[in-house]
Structures are given as structure tokens and as C-alpha cells.
T-cell receptor, first 112, second 115 residues
Framework: QQKVQQSPESLSVPEGGMASLNCTSS?????YFWWYRQHSGEGPKALM?????GDKKEGRFTAHLNKASLHVSLHIRDSQPSDSALYFC????????????FGDGTQLVVKP | DTTVKQNPRYKLARVGKPVNLICSQT?????MYWYQKKPNQAPKLLLF???????READTFEKFQSSRPNNSFCSLYIGSAGLEYSAMYLC??????????????FGPGTRLTVL
């Protein structure tokens, strides 16, 4: 069973709108969560990390973590066409080898 | 410089032939990883080097080999390619000390097509 599940598979929002991406883990050993973003033709790049319950805001991006339910979300306000990309949720147990497990990704399209 | 480089970007291989993919980084990262990425699937960890120690995932143990001749370079080797090996192969590295908070830096990937 895949340890990290993401929804929706794809999402289309108008420019200036709010995009909300969701992620759930099935492994209670996971303590550390990331959002990675991959633009076409590039490798994934870390967008945000969140390790504590609650919200973490960086500019237009807000991540929310609920460790009790192992649910992580990413909200993008004032979405821009440049935000169009594949977004991965990733989780880690936080041990020394730094293995992280990815979800299948959410394809976000922001339409001008 | 936070660049991870991969060569080649595209690789065409014949069934049954060997494949060797190359990755390099100049960030002095102690850990380097190889992932396999297929369409609509999550990147799947194949193996990683922590310093000079190779760790291979149990379900792909016999399919992939790797070498790390120095801190900067890491290769992924497929001894006999099958059609199921067609995928994007992503190399990544993480910061010194391999701390639990360390993000991974990814290269652009090598797209392998096996015919």
C-alpha cells in the first residue's frame, strides 16, 4: 500500500484563484512533511516543509499539518500561471538516512 | 550552486543491453539518491548512498546497481534492460549530515526508453 496519498489528481483554477491540494499518510512514523513542485522539463524542487501542527505561511503559499490525522494540505492564494506544475507531497520518518516517500502528485493548471 | 546534473538527458536502449546513467553535484552533499518515475506515479526510491555506503530498496535490490567513486558523482547501472525499465530516472542529493530536516535537491532527470 502506498504510504502517501494525494488528492485531487488534477486541479484547474483561474488566475487569481485559490488552489487547495491535499495529502494523507498511512504511516504514523512519518513526522516531517514537504511539498515539492515540478515544472515540465525539470526535476522536483522543494517548495515548503512543515514539521509542526498548524499552519505555515510563505508568501502566497500556506501549508497546514494535522499530525493526529496525518493530513497535510497546501493552499495557494492568488494563483499565477507560473504556479502550473506537478505538486508532490512527501513524508519522512526523520531518521538519519533521510528517506522520503512521495505521493503520486497533483497536476495544477492555472488558466489565465 | 545548488545544481544536480544528470547525463544523458535522454537514453535509448535495447532490451537486454546494459544502461549506465550518471549524476553529479558540487554541493558536498553526503547523501545521493536515485528514483524511478513513471507517468502518473510517485517517484520511487531505488537506492541511495550515504557517504560510501550503498543502500538498495528491497523490492528493487537485484535490478539496479550503483557506484560512487567520489563525493560528487554517482551512477545507476542496469545490467540487462527490460521494457519495464522505461521511465524517468531522477537523481537527488541532500545536505551535509543528512539531517532529518534536509530537503533533497533533484536533477532534471534522464528519460530512458527501452525498445
Amino acid at each position: 500500500q502506498q504510504k502517501v496519498q494525494q488528492s485531487p489528481e488534477s486541479l484547474s483554477v483561474p488566475e487569481g484563484g485559490m488552489a487547495s491540494l491535499n495529502c494523507t499518510s498511512s504511516d504514523r512514523n512519518f513526522q516531517y512533511f514537504w511539498w515539492y513542485r515540478q515544472h515540465s522539463g525539470e526535476g522536483p524542487k522543494a517548495l515548503m516543509s512543515i514539521f509542526s501542527d498548524g499552519d505555515k505561511k510563505e508568501g502566497r503559499f500556506t501549508a497546514h499539518l494535522n499530525k493526529a490525522s496525518l493530513h497535510v494540505s497546501l493552499h495557494i492564494r492568488d494563483s499565477q500561471p507560473s504556479d502550473s506544475a506537478l505538486y508532490f507531497c512527501a513524508a519522512s520518518e526523520g531518521n538519519s538516512n533521510n528517506r522520503i516517500f512521495f505521493g503520486d502528485g497533483t497536476q495544477l493548471v492555472v488558466k489565465p | 550552486d545548488t545544481t544536480v546534473k544528470q547525463n544523458p538527458r535522454y537514453k535509448l536502449a535495447r532490451v537486454g543491453k546494459p544502461v549506465n546513467l550518471i549524476c553529479s553535484q558540487t554541493m558536498n552533499h553526503d547523501t545521493m539518491y536515485w528514483y524511478q518515475k513513471k507517468p502518473n506515479q510517485a517517484p520511487k526510491l531505488l537506492l541511495f548512498y550515504y557517504d560510501k555506503i550503498l543502500n538498495r530498496e528491497a523490492d528493487t535490490f537485484e535490478k539496479f546497481q550503483s557506484s560512487r567513486p567520489n563525493n560528487s558523482f554517482c551512477s545507476l547501472y542496469i545490467g540487462s534492460a527490460g521494457l519495464e525499465y522505461s521511465a524517468m530516472y531522477l537523481c537527488a542529493s541532500s545536505r551535509p549530515l543528512g539531517g532529518r530536516y534536509a530537503e533533497q535537491f533533484f536533477g532534471p532527470g534522464t528519460r530512458l526508453t527501452v525498445l
